[in-house]
């Protein structure tokens, strides 16, 4: 490998919060594979995106530091100026009520047999105006999650330690759904409407 090629994040290694460790795929950073994208979009605190929905219809996004080629089927959101909060965005990218507008606002998410995520379609959804204590409460939530991605794998030895940590990643994504709701403004029974809708 010259120092030419970088490493490059696949699709099938990224999930909600968590992005697996190891690469096994080198590119080569040329205008082919990243179809004329300036290497700024590679480098730096950024959102990686998967451009595929899951399932469920849920948006997946983790958040990374590291210099990584993504070809199309990994969107890179990169923040704009010094002063937007990565995760803050990323907190809000994976939250259920986020998920749900999107597909039910996006006639491209809805017409693809594989809903796949669509940078023009995204940008279009309102963001709610927030307070800093909000924003202080997503970063520390959103800062909790990506820690308990990264437990699992050395907590494998016991069923209990697993379990104990899934418990938690799913209170504090119940948090962050929360959070979310309030920043809409949402009454409980629409609540009830996106839990159920989006499992």
Same mark, same amino acid.
């Given at each position: 490998r010259s120092k030419e090629y970088l490493p490059e994040l696949q699709g099938s290694e990224l999930s909600r919060y968590k992005i697996e460790p190891k690469r096994v795929s080198y590119l080569r950073y040329c205008n082919d594979i990243a179809s004329s994208r300036p290497m700024r979009m590679f480098q730096g605190e950024? &959102? %990686?995106l998967r451009r595929l929905l899951t399932r469920k219809f849920r948006l997946q996004a983790? +958040? @990374? %530091?590291e210099t990584m080629i993504t070809t199309d089927n990994v969107l890179n959101v990169v923040p704009r100026n010094s002063e937007a909060s990565v995760p803050f965005a990323l907190g809000?990218?994976?939250?259920? +009520?986020v998920s749900w507008l999107y597909v039910n606002t996006s006639m491209i998410a809805q017409k693809d047999d594989f809903p796949q995520v669509h940078i023009s379609a995204l940008a279009a959804l309102p963001i709610p105006n927030f307070d800093m204590a909000r924003h202080d409460r997503m970063v520390t939530l959103v800062e909790q999650m990506l820690q308990l991605h990264k437990q699992p794998a050395a907590a494998r030895r !016991? !069923?209990? *330690?697993?379990? +104990? %940590? /899934?418990? /938690? &990643? *799913? !209170? @504090?994504d119940r948090e962050i759904d929360r959070l979310v709701y309030n920043l809409y403004g949402l009454t409980e029974d629409e609540v009830k409407i996106i839990a159920e809708t989006v499992r």
């Amino acid at each position: 490998r010259s120092k030419e090629y970088l490493p490059e994040l696949q699709g099938s290694e990224l999930s909600r919060y968590k992005i697996e460790p190891k690469r096994v795929s080198y590119l080569r950073y040329c205008n082919d594979i990243a179809s004329s994208r300036p290497m700024r979009m590679f480098q730096g605190e950024r &959102i %990686v995106l998967r451009r595929l929905l899951t399932r469920k219809f849920r948006l997946q996004a983790g +958040l @990374t %530091v590291e210099t990584m080629i993504t070809t199309d089927n990994v969107l890179n959101v990169v923040p704009r100026n010094s002063e937007a909060s990565v995760p803050f965005a990323l907190g809000f990218l994976n939250s259920k +009520l986020v998920s749900w507008l999107y597909v039910n606002t996006s006639m491209i998410a809805q017409k693809d047999d594989f809903p796949q995520v669509h940078i023009s379609a995204l940008a279009a959804l309102p963001i709610p105006n927030f307070d800093m204590a909000r924003h202080d409460r997503m970063v520390t939530l959103v800062e909790q999650m990506l820690q308990l991605h990264k437990q699992p794998a050395a907590a494998r030895r !016991a !069923a209990s *330690d697993r379990e +104990l %940590v /899934q418990r /938690q &990643i *799913d !209170a @504090t994504d119940r948090e962050i759904d929360r959070l979310v709701y309030n920043l809409y403004g949402l009454t409980e029974d629409e609540v009830k409407i996106i839990a159920e809708t989006v499992r």
